[in-house]
């Protein structure tokens, strides 16, 4: 059967059924996640994503009607394993078979065969089930701590949030092609769902560890590197959490008489497992040192308690990726040469113009902010103004971030060979015209690397809180307790979902605000699965903008005329009306970001489609056996 009969093949009745299987199975996800309005967010958010992205899968197979790129390897060894040869393996393939036996399963499910068209479109299914997902996971970390065995509304927030996430263009490129990605990322996401519903109220159960440790290892099946999602991220997420269900008894804090007292009381308050974890919102730098040793403190002195969190099941993931490395002699499984692990810490550098680029208009009211409170400084309307130890403490990190900056890029700016040959990638040109134009652009770039970060690190504060609030999380000697605050240590007052905050008002806490632990674990997953790849890909990059996206609160943009009004002085209505107003504005940004990514998939779709190219030699004679080649992600 010709692919252009196999294109063909597909009629309306064939996508009502996979629309039907699709429909189902979110359903009963949601469901069981306890959603109010599921069933419309269900129809809203597959109207919105599965139209697109089909139309997307039949352009792209009207076009490109043979495998492309990597497809060259994907597409025959799925339709190997669908003629039953699993012992056949293309040794070009680096990443383990789980995509071709998913999608296997899948077509035989619905009753299709194995033609390109049929395998790219599981992941059109895939994307589709990536966007409720996402709808899922906000709605749950939105949530967490309120009301545990309750139903959690869907709001059109996250709503967008579902449709924009799987419009990421990165990932919704690859909908239309038989790439592991999108597979790859469904299942994470799917394994950081149930962790969500992990770290409810009542302990995990039985079934539910085993569940976890499925989701872990199949994970791993379809890349390797999801081993620090599974066990870092979520394990350490985990981790957490069972330190914070410790719940010490809260104690009336003693008058110190030396810095040495103060330093000891709080180190056994961190032992028993009251640790400081405030919301990002209100974290200094020094809060985030202090975080770190309360944890360390924490779980050296309730070891038993972390290991058995731990060990299982993320420690048996941890022990099957470690046998799987063993057996196989390396990561990868095929083409060793050209993927060895190395040092490669310039990709920590270029993530960040990567977010930046990609979620510019979730920067707005966080730069808005910024302009305001400037604006406020100069002409004396501020409140408060920040101090000068303050200040001073931002310039010390600021001047820090830039140094380690610079050192990465003079003694660890790697540069793949595959980067420098492929022109297909965009990847290529980006370094072209930068870094590899002249020697002191890679040195100017540090600057630029810094700011990006610190836009990231500012959306993922949202809204700045009062002074009132910052008193529940003080669990640190450096932070001196305000004269009106009640002398004792509440222990509950943190113990929030680990993932998300605990509760609190949005005026206390900022909506959303996440845990500093998890921004903090969440910065070392992703350091972790980039900094031992030599090649720079864009797709490297989805699952860890997918877990920062997912943790981006809903900011309020603040007018440049009034200052920030506090919870103490606010009454419950004004607080209501501030919120509503708030979630308006907010659904704009959101919507600002779907015509962005819509824009950005329409310019790469365009290229991809209508400006193909061949490679020639310098005689001109065509090179790659006259094969078209088209640019891409």
Request: aromatic share 14%; charged share 10%.
């Given at each position: 059967?010709?692919?252009?009969?196999?294109?063909?093949?597909?009629?309306?009745?064939?996508?009502?059924?996979?629309?039907?299987?699709?429909?189902?199975?979110?359903?009963?996800?949601?469901?069981?996640?306890?959603?109010?309005?599921?069933?419309?967010?269900?129809?809203?958010?597959?109207?919105?994503?599965?139209?697109?992205?089909?139309?997307?899968?039949?352009?792209?197979?009207?076009?490109?009607?043979?495998?492309?790129?990597?497809?060259?390897?994907?597409?025959?060894?799925?339709?190997?394993?669908?003629?039953?040869?699993?012992?056949?393996?293309?040794?070009?393939?680096?990443?383990?078979?789980?995509?071709?036996?998913?999608?296997?399963?899948?077509?035989?499910?619905?009753?299709?065969?194995?033609?390109?068209?049929?395998?790219?479109?599981?992941?059109?299914?895939?994307?589709?089930?990536?966007?409720?997902?996402?709808l899922v996971c906000r709605t749950n970390l939105a949530r967490a701590g309120v009301k545990p065995d309750s139903g959690r509304e869907v709001s059109v927030r996250h709503l967008l949030t579902g449709i924009n996430v799987a419009l990421f263009p990165v990932l919704f490129f690859f909908s239309g092609l038989y790439y592991t990605d999108p597979a790859s990322t469904l299942i994470v996401l799917l394994a950081y769902a149930n962790h969500l519903t992990r770290v409810d109220a009542k302990p995990p159960s039985f079934l539910n560890d085993v569940y976890s440790l499925v989701l872990g290892i199949l994970a791993l099946g379809f890349r390797q590197t999801n081993i620090f999602w599974t066990v870092v991220y979520i394990g350490g997420l985990e981790v957490i959490h069972a330190i914070k269900t410790l719940n010490p008894e809260p104690v009336e804090i003693p008058k110190f008489r030396t810095v040495s007292d103060q330093i000891r009381f709080y180190a056994w308050r961190y032992s028993l497992g009251d640790i400081h974890d405030p919301p990002l919102s209100v974290a200094l730098p020094i809060d985030i040192v202090v975080c770190v040793a309360s944890i360390g403190i924490a779980a050296v002195c309730n070891l038993p308690t972390v290991l058995r969190r731990f060990l299982w099941p993320h420690g048996i993931i941890l022990a099957t990726f470690v046998a799987f490395v063993a057996w196989n002699g390396g990561v990868v499984l095929g083409d060793k040469s050209n993927h060895v692990a190395t040092l490669h810490l310039a990709q920590m550098l270029y993530i960040w113009p990567f977010f930046a680029f990609f979620s510019a208009p979730l920067y707005i009211p966080h730069l808005l902010n910024r302009a305001s409170t400037a604006y406020q400084a100069l002409t004396f309307q501020a409140r408060q103004r920040p101090s000068s130890s303050y200040m001073a403490i931002v310039a010390l990190a600021g001047c820090s971030?830039?140094?380690?900056?610079?050192?990465?890029?003079?003694?660890?700016?790697?540069?793949?060979?595959?980067?420098?040959?492929?022109?297909?990638?965009?990847?290529?040109?980006?370094?072209?015209?930068?870094?590899?134009?002249?020697?002191?652009?890679?040195?100017?770039?540090?600057?630029?690397?810094?700011?990006?970060?610190?836009?990231?690190?500012?959306a993922l504060q949202g809204s700045k809180v009062s002074r009132a609030a910052l008193e529940k999380w003080i669990r640190s000697p450096f932070i001196t307790t305000p004269p009106n605050a009640a002398p004792s240590l509440h222990s509950g007052a943190a113990k929030g979902v680990s993932g998300q905050g605990d509760g609190v008002t949005d005026a206390e806490a900022g909506p959303d605000s996440p845990p500093t632990s998890t921004v903090l674990i969440l910065l070392?997953?992703?350091?972790?699965?980039?900094?031992?790849?030599?090649?720079?890909?864009?797709?490297?990059?989805?699952?860890?903008?997918?877990?920062?996206?997912?943790?981006?609160?809903?900011?309020?943009?603040?007018?440049?005329?009034?200052?920030?009004?506090?919870?103490?002085?606010?009454?419950?209505?004004?607080?209501?009306?501030?919120?509503?107003?708030?979630?308006?504005?907010?659904?704009?940004?959101?919507?600002?970001?779907?015509?962005?990514?819509?824009?950005?998939?329409?310019?790469?779709?365009?290229?991809?489609?209508?400006?193909p190219f061949y490679w020639r030699a310098p005689d001109g004679t065509l090179q790659d056996e006259g094969r078209v080649q088209r640019f891409m992600w």
């Open positions: 059967m010709s692919e252009a009969t196999a294109f063909s093949e597909p009629s309306l009745m064939v996508w009502l059924i996979r629309f039907s299987a699709l429909s189902t199975a979110v359903y009963i996800f949601t469901k069981s996640s306890q959603l109010k309005g599921s069933i419309l967010a269900l129809v809203a958010i597959l109207s919105c994503v599965t139209p697109v992205a089909l139309s997307w899968l039949l352009t792209v197979t009207e076009n490109v009607p043979e495998p492309y790129l990597d497809e060259v390897f994907h597409i025959p060894q799925a339709q190997v394993y669908c003629e039953g040869r699993y012992l056949e393996w293309d040794d070009k393939i680096t990443t383990p078979p789980g995509l071709y036996i998913f999608t296997i399963v899948f077509n035989r499910l619905l009753g299709f065969p194995c033609s390109v068209y049929n395998l790219r479109a599981f992941n059109v299914f895939v994307v589709s089930c990536v966007s409720v997902l996402v971030a830039l140094i380690i900056a610079l050192l990465i890029v003079r003694f660890n700016t790697i540069i793949h060979p595959f980067t420098l040959a492929d022109n297909r990638h965009y990847v290529f040109y980006v370094f072209r015209y930068s870094i590899l134009r002249a020697w002191w652009i890679r040195y100017a770039l540090a600057p630029v690397y810094v700011v990006c970060a610190w836009m990231c690190w500012g070392l997953a992703t350091t972790l699965s980039l900094m031992t790849a030599p090649l720079v890909e864009p797709r490297y990059f989805i699952l860890p903008w997918l877990f920062w996206r997912l943790l981006v609160p809903t900011t309020s943009i603040r007018s440049l005329s009034s200052p920030p009004q506090t919870a103490a002085a606010d009454g419950n209505t004004n607080q209501s009306k501030q919120s509503r107003k708030h979630s308006r504005d907010y659904v704009s940004i959101l919507l600002l970001e779907t015509a962005w990514f819509v824009l950005i998939n329409a310019a790469t779709m365009y290229v991809f489609v209508t400006r």
